[in-house]
């Protein structure tokens, strides 16, 4: 939350100030992108995961300060909740054996987090939303013990001007209202970065807009919040409605919210970062010593840190992101699409689809979005999140024909996605053995319906047909969950029965 934007002191500028040193950082990214000065081509990736901490007896656990100090690596970080972690792996070059790579280091990593924390009775979970948490949770007495949280909800409140309105409608209904910004904390999401070039990023960005849907219904993992079933990703519609700083007025006005999907196709990055100036007030203006145009006049590289902080107070489920790396700035695409979990495996195999995906679908010569209106991306989306493994998804046709089919996701995948995300590794230069193997486990997720929501939903029905109640059974299904995470064998492997007692 925030995007770690702000530590260590910082002070409340003028906001007219900030507001011209923001403009001045966008004519200067404006200039860098002229004159050509983006890194090289270097094939670069990078991952963030977010993770919750939970005791044995599936009860969330608010330590993060507790365990943070024991695990003493760089590698974790803070997050928004106390009982929330983030996990960062260093870039890697997206070929060879890079995804057993990424796979061992990430079960090296978490594996040793989890004993660290087993230290003060808590462990580490990968899970969009944990199932047990309830209301009480998530008050702004949860929030972590940082500064810039502090911050962050005190101007976000500000911002909005009365208490934050959730209201959820799915398999059943959730409506609650909340003081602060801290139920947001309950989405633990994967964060997929590419380096890409600022030719290519319009592509790689319209790419995983298009494949977003797909993602979602392929990989959701949170059906449950304060102990209510809703949507089969419930991450999205909460987390746009725990951050949304619009009061009713200004939704009805037609004012975007500051967690969006988009509404178009882009033609640049330069393009998204003018939108989101153009479109949002300033929530953290804090500016920086540097003078961008200066700098640049000057034969340097700005920093741009209030475009870069203002671009993180943005939540596009694709983000434009500026970076500055030994002096050379480069562009990515981060894509925040997919919730954490279930197991390392199952993230790896869908960062395999998705890195697959958009090298080939940015490739085609037809490209799907000069075919396919934003439009039916957005509702893609929206429906993968409502109706996950089982959704049917607006698609073209294949052929010259043209026309859009709705088509049921796991069909759309295994007919015509699969091969595409094959050859985009390929591309890659991703070894055969690495591809298969991932790519091979989403086929089998089509092949058997399930992935992590449909997993916990069975399991929790079960459950419940055994007598538990409906907090035992949400405990009970947490517990099972966090049994056969640690295990490791990938969730559509995983068996429901009856959770054990």
């Known amino acids: 939350m925030g995007e770690k934007v702000v ?105 040793y987090a989890h004993r660290k924390a087993g230290e003060v009775d808590a462990g580490i979970m990968m899970i969009g939303i944990l199932p047990t948490l309830g209301q009480t949770d998530l008050v702004a007495a949860n929030l972590s013990e940082a500064d810039r949280y502090t911050l962050l909800n005190d101007q976000m409140v500000a911002a909005r001007g009365e208490v934050f309105s959730l209201d959820i409608q799915g398999v059943e209904r959730l409506a609650c209202t909340s003081a602060s910004i801290t139920p947001e904390a309950a989405c633990t999401s994967v964060q997929l970065h590419l380096q890409v070039t600022p030719e290519r990023f319009a592509a790689v960005w319209n790419a995983a807009q298009a494949v977003a849907g797909v993602q979602i219904a392929l990989g959701a993992n949170a ?10 990703e419930s991450r999205p519609p909460l987390f746009q409605q725990a951050t949304d700083t619009r009061p009713p007025e200004l939704r009805n006005q037609g004012v975007r919210p500051r967690t969006w999907f988009g509404e178009r196709w882009t033609g640049s990055a330069y393009e998204l970062f003018e939108e989101n100036v153009r479109y949002f007030p300033p929530l953290l203006p804090i ?43 480069h562009l990515r695409v981060e894509n925040r699409v997919l919730p954490a979990g279930p197991t390392v495996t199952d993230v790896i195999a ?10 080939a679908l940015a490739e085609e010569s037809r490209p799907v979005w000069t075919r396919m209106p934003f439009e039916a991306a957005a509702e893609n989306f929206d429906t993968a999140c409502r109706r996950g493994i089982d959704a049917e998804l607006i698609w073209p046709r294949p052929g010259r024909t043209g026309g859009l089919a709705r088509v049921p996701a796991v069909k759309l995948v ?29 086929e089998e997720r089509c092949r058997r ?53």
């Open 414 to 442: 295994r007919d015509e996605l699969l091969p595409l995300a094959a050859a985009g590794l390929d591309a890659w230069n991703i070894e055969a053995a690495d591809r298969d193997r991932y790519l091979g486990i989403i």
């Open 287 to 329: 500016c920086d010593e540097e003078e961008p145009l200066r700098v640049l006049d000057g034969g340097g590289v700005p920093r741009l840190q209030e475009l870069v902080l203002h671009n993180g107070t943005v939540y596009r489920w694709n983000r434009p992101v500026y970076g500055l790396v030994d002096g050379v700035p």
């Open 223 to 232: 059906p449950f919040l304060f102990g209510r079933e809703l949507w089969r």
């Open 7 to 111: 530590s260590g002191a910082f002070d409340l500028s003028d906001p007219q100030r900030y507001r011209r040193k923001l403009h001045q950082c966008l004519e200067g990214l404006g200039r860098l992108l002229a004159e050509r000065r983006f890194d090289r081509p270097r094939n670069l990736m990078g991952m963030e995961i977010e993770l919750n901490l939970a005791g044995s007896d599936g009860m969330p656990k608010m330590l993060n300060g507790e365990v943070l100090p024991r695990i003493a690596s760089r590698d974790f970080q803070m997050e928004l909740g106390m009982f929330n972690l983030e996990v960062n792996i260093v870039p890697h070059r997206l070929e060879g054996r890079v995804f057993d790579q990424l796979a061992e280091e990430l079960r090296a990593g978490l594996g």
């Open 350 to 359: 869908n960062a395999a689809l998705y890195y697959g995906l958009v090298r």
């Open 449 to 501: 319906r399930v992935n992590g929501a449909s997993w916990q939903v069975d399991t929790y029905h079960e459950a419940r047909e055994a007598g538990l109640g409906r907090h035992a059974a949400l405990a009970a299904t947490t517990r099972r969950y966090a049994e056969l995470m640690h295990g490791g064998e990938p969730v559509h492997s995983w068996p429901t029965g009856a959770p054990r007692p």
